[in-house]
């Protein structure tokens, strides 16, 4: 009865001429960052909607809807503070957030642990509640193909 869990994921294709931007932190390497309304930080996106998913609060869409102005190029962990703010005004806390990324190129894990930083700081949470893990889709599918960035999480909220 008191803690709750949600899932969430989100997708972005690649595109030219944008920074990559994943769990707040760019990636400097990567030759294209990914299109989208917002930084498309789908990392940060698929962790919001888990969040919102077990507080009960519908998702991403219904709050930031990507035919608003507001939202356009917006900074993802601005998005995903706010999000916090409604998690807490529900009663409450993040226990947990577990997520993964599926990136073909580049390699991910020399930025985890500022990721985690970055993600815990807007969640107000010690790092080591925030894990990000990274795959490829070893060749196989759109990802495989470098097309483009898909990312899982799962979000523990316990009632306080
Ligand atoms: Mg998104």
Do not use: Q
Request: charged residues 30%; contains cysteine; hydrophobic residues 40%.
């Amino acid at each position: 009865m008191s803690d709750r869990t949600g899932i969430g994921y989100d997708s972005h294709v690649f595109a030219d001429g944008r920074p990559l931007i994943l769990g707040g932190v760019e990636v400097p390497e990567a030759e294209r960052g990914l299109d989208g309304y917002s930084d498309a930080d789908a990392l940060t996106h698929a962790i919001m909607d888990a969040l919102l998913g077990a507080a009960g609060l519908g998702d991403i869409g219904v709050h930031f809807p990507d035919d608003d102005e507001r939202f356009r190029d917006a900074n993802s962990i601005e998005l995903l503070d706010e999000v916090r703010g409604m998690v807490l005004d529900r009663g409450f806390g993040i226990a947990a957030v577990d997520s993964t990324v599926l990136c073909e190129a580049p390699r991910l894990g020399p930025h985890r642990d500022r990721m985690r930083e970055t993600l815990a700081n807007a969640l107000g949470v010690e790092a080591a509640r925030v894990n990000v893990k990274f795959g490829t889709n070893e060749g196989m599918g759109w990802v495989g193909r470098g097309e483009g960035v898909a990312a899982m999480a799962v979000a523990t909220l316990e009632r306080r």
